[in-house]
């Protein structure tokens, strides 16, 4: 099979602290409503512009491989975390897009999955215009997380405007365009489920149960941040 003819090949990175069912149907809706073959998630090492995660790098990462284990057509790019294991450097996506690019071949078509939040924060991302060039960009969009871009000047809203696309030119072309999808809205966050589990509280059926497993075992989240 040729690169191209492997499909169009989704990428959802995260920090995954833990993994929720927001991402997982944010994964499943993305299949669906962008033809995608295949999904890769992606676990943040150190991810740049945040706090530090309260787990463990290898600790989010295998909570996304238990959550996804069997489940036809997802994979695990452990390539963040095990960088991070090696320097404290921040993991960038651009540099990830790089490494998928290299592992995929040049005409495989790509395409990043951002929410909308993740979005309109573009423009702070190391070497941002050049992840046009690696992949395609597909922003979810959910009541009360539209899409925004600043107002009418900015270098993204410019972007945004010549690269806007629909579902179908995914398939055409490697890279290069932006295209928004709609997913339901699941008001689901890490952050509330850490703080839930820090109050003692159940998180299940808000995470996946091999995931509500993993954290039960090991105890995790029981304190606040930092403590
Ligand atoms: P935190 O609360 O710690 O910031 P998070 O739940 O937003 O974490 P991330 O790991 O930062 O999770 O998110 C990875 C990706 O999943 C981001 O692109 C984010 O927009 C998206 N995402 C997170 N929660 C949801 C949700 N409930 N529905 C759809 N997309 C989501």
């Given at each position: ?191 509330a489920i850490r703080e839930r589990l820090a109050r003692g509280l159940s998180v299940r059926y808000l995470v996946p149960d091999p995931v509500l497993d993993y954290i039960e075992s090991r105890q995790l989240y029981r304190t606040p941040h930092g403590h």
């Open positions: 099979m040729s690169e191209a003819g492997a499909g169009v090949l989704g990428l959802l990175g995260g920090t995954f602290d833990p993994l929720h069912v927001g991402h997982l149907r944010l994964a499943l809706e993305a299949r669906e409503a962008l033809g995608l073959s295949a999904l890769c998630l992606i676990p943040a090492g150190s991810p740049p512009l945040r706090a530090l995660p309260h787990c463990a790098a290898t600790q989010r990462l295998a909570m996304v491989e238990c959550a996804l284990a069997g489940l036809p057509g997802f994979s695990v790019d452990p390539g963040e975390v095990l960088a991070a294991a090696q320097s404290m450097a921040p993991s960038y996506t651009v540099a990830t897009l790089e490494r998928q690019r290299r592992q995929h071949g040049a005409r495989r078509p790509l395409v990043l999955l951002l929410g909308a939040d993740a979005f309109a924060r573009l423009e702070s991302w190391q070497r941002w215009r050049e992840l046009f060039g690696l992949a395609h960009i597909a922003v979810a969009t959910r009541p009360g997380h539209d899409i925004k871009v600043g107002a009418g000047d900015t270098a993204l809203a410019a972007e945004f405007a010549a690269r806007r696309g629909i579902a179908a030119d995914l398939a055409a072309a490697p890279a290069g365009r932006i295209v928004p999808f709609a997913i339901t809205a699941l008001e689901i966050s890490a952050t």
